[in-house]
C-alpha cells in the first residue's frame, strides 16, 4: 500500500513538472518573441543571454503558481472573471519583473504593450486548448464508437457460431 501511495504521488509530481514546462516554453517563447521584436525596432540584432535567463526562471516560476495556486486556468472550460484576474496577475508580473530588469529598457510605452500581449497571449492560449480539447474529445469518441462497433460484431459472430453448433 506504501509502495502504490509513493507511486501515485510521484506520478502526480511529473504530470505537474509536464504542465510546467509545457507552460514555459510557451510563455518564454511568447516573451523572447516579443523582446526580439523590440529589439529589432530599436536596430539591435543582439539578445541578451542574461535578459533571456530571467525570462526563463520567470516563466517557471510563474508556471508553478498558474497550476498550483490558479488552477491552471488557461486550460479550464470557461474564460470567466476568474480566469481573468489570474491571467491578469500572471501578466502583473511578468510586465514587474520585465519593468524591474530592464527588458525594454525601463520603457513604460513598451513594458505597457508588453502586457497587452501577454494578456492577448492568454487568451489565444485558453482558445487553442479549448480547440485541442475539442478535437481531443472528438477523436476519443470515434475510438469509442470502433470499439463498440467491434465489440458487436464479435458478439454477433459468437451468435452465429453458437447457432452454426446447434444446427449440426
Do not use: P
Not at 138 to 150: A, C, G, H, S
Amino acid at each position: 500500500m506504501r509502495k502504490k501511495k509513493w507511486a501515485e504521488g510521484f506520478r502526480k509530481y511529473l504530470e505537474t513538472e509536464v504542465q510546467v514546462e509545457y507552460k514555459a516554453c510557451l510563455y518564454f517563447f511568447a516573451i523572447l518573441f516579443f523582446y526580439c521584436c523590440y529589439l529589432l525596432f530599436q536596430g539591435v540584432y543582439a539578445a541578451r543571454i542574461l535578459y533571456m535567463a530571467e525570462m526563463i526562471f520567470t516563466t517557471y516560476l510563474v508556471g508553478y503558481v498558474q497550476i498550483c495556486l490558479l488552477g491552471n486556468f488557461d486550460e479550464g472550460e470557461h474564460f470567466g472573471g476568474r480566469e481573468f484576474l489570474s491571467a491578469a496577475g500572471c501578466t502583473a508580473v511578468y510586465t514587474l519583473v520585465s519593468y524591474l530588469c530592464g527588458w525594454f529598457d525601463k520603457r513604460k510605452d513598451a513594458t505597457a504593450w508588453f502586457a497587452a500581449f501577454l494578456l492577448f497571449g492568454y487568451a489565444c492560449l485558453f482558445l487553442v486548448n479549448k480547440i485541442k480539447r475539442g478535437a481531443d474529445t472528438k477523436r476519443l469518441n470515434e475510438l469509442l464508437t470502433l470499439y463498440q462497433d467491434k465489440g458487436r460484431m464479435q458478439s454477433a459472430r459468437a451468435g452465429l457460431e453458437e447457432e452454426d453448433g446447434k444446427s449440426d
